[in-house]
């Protein structure tokens, strides 16, 4: 009997490489499973499925699991407002994992001896898929042919054709990774350090040139609501807000990183949505919120992106954090007004019940309500106290 082993398949070059070679060079008996986090259409999961069988596979499955992508992480990104290095939503690092987990969950349930995955030698995703299989599924071998082999994009394509599949690869300047939470594009410019990717090379053109502004709904850190549109679950306000500004370019932008490897690292991305999001709830967060909250959220959320990133999600801290991280969105509750603009948004104010910036207390730079001159130059001196005696015995 052929030894059992789930692919984490998604139509692409390298695991329609790995389907062939499994199959009929290793003669495996391949079960593939394709992961779906939002990032398909319905048409899309069926052609995936479809191109399986034609490859070879045994068996093919499709795991639906966007909305606990969504309930388990993308909605603590939100709440840790989580750009790395200031910059990346973390599009493909955090729906990676996720797809990892659920690939290792499967071969554990049909009984599968071996996972395999479709990941090269020189990037991230090897590292994540690895530890969640190692993890979840310790006793399964795990079996990577595209980096076992040190395949170039060109000999895999020579393979497949000689194999009898001859599909148009060649078409695809650039590697597109569509996900709810971002879509990344790699492609020659981004192996560069000073090039910058041409517009073509973006999935979503621009086709809207006229302002529009829109109001974000926000209820305990989530997003609910846009204009009048309310929203049981924040995935579908998600995927309309996607709709909205991905047509004026929002978004966009490329990311260097460090992988977990140690080298660096450049990635395009459009997310409009989650960028809007995240400033969206950060500017929120800064009228509701005391400057001790938004400090240690701020290093937490980034202690947090780093670890989801490099593949540690799994660590029980994480838990400790999101904890954390939920307990403060208690009063992040509002509405947020944004202006969409071709290429970029502008966040122009808030409405909250929760907000601190009120006028019963003062008005910044003009007038104090709240508290005498007295007060203050009692308060300025106790607090300059121990510099000044500092300056003092130094001096």
């Not at 140690?262 to 809007?276: N, S």
């Amino acid at each position: 009997m052929s030894q059992k082993v789930v692919l984490a398949f998604s139509g692409g070059l390298d695991t329609s490489f790995c389907v062939k070679y499994l199959t009929e060079d290793r003669g495996l008996e391949v079960h593939s499973v394709l992961v779906d986090t939002g990032g398909f259409s319905e048409a899309e999961l069926k052609a995936i499925e479809e191109r399986a069988y034609s490859l070879g596979v045994k068996s093919h499955a499709t795991v639906s699991k966007t909305d606990e992508y969504y309930q388990h992480c993308l909605k603590f990104l939100v709440f840790g407002n989580v750009l790395k290095n200031n910059t990346y939503p973390l599009s493909v690092s955090a729906e990676r994992f996720f797809q990892a987990i659920a690939a290792g969950e499967y071969a554990r349930e049909i009984g599968a001896s071996a996972i395999a995955h479709g990941s090269t030698g020189a990037g991230n995703d090897q590292v994540r898929f690895d530890m969640a299989f190692r993890i979840l599924a310790p006793e399964a071998e795990i079996i990577t042919p595209i980096r076992d082999l040190r395949l170039s994009r060109e000999a895999e394509i020579e393979y497949l054709k000689s194999k009898g599949v001859d599909q148009e690869w060649h078409k695809a300047a650039y590697s597109i990774n569509k996900g709810l939470w971002g879509t990344s594009v790699g492609g020659k410019e981004t192996l560069t350090s000073d090039q910058y990717l041409p517009e073509s090379a973006w999935p979503t053109q621009v086709t809207e040139t006229t302002p529009k502004t829109i109001t974000l709904h926000f209820e305990h850190g989530e997003l609910k609501g846009i204009d009048d549109e309310q929203f049981g679950n924040p995935v579908g306000a998600i995927q309309k807000l996607t709709a909205l500004a991905g047509p004026y370019g929002i978004g966009r932008d490329i990311h260097v990183g460090d992988t977990i490897i140690g080298i660096k690292g450049r990635v395009g991305f459009e997310a409009p949505a989650p960028l809007i999001i995240i400033k969206a709830h950060h500017t929120l967060e800064k009228h509701v919120l005391t400057k001790h909250q938004l400090t240690w959220k701020e290093q937490l959320g980034n202690f947090y992106g780093t670890m989801l990133h490099e593949g540690q999600f799994l660590d029980p801290v994480m838990r400790n954090i999101e904890t954390f991280l939920a307990d403060t969105q208690a009063h992040v509750t509002g509405k947020v007004h944004v202006q969409l603009d071709p290429y970029r948004f502008t966040v122009l104010g808030i409405e909250s019940p929760f907000d601190l910036m009120s006028s019963k207390f003062g008005s910044y730079g003009e007038m104090n309500n709240a508290w005498t001159g007295e007060d203050v130059r009692g308060f300025s001196k106790v607090a300059s106290n121990q510099v000044m005696i500092y300056e003092r015995i130094k001096g």
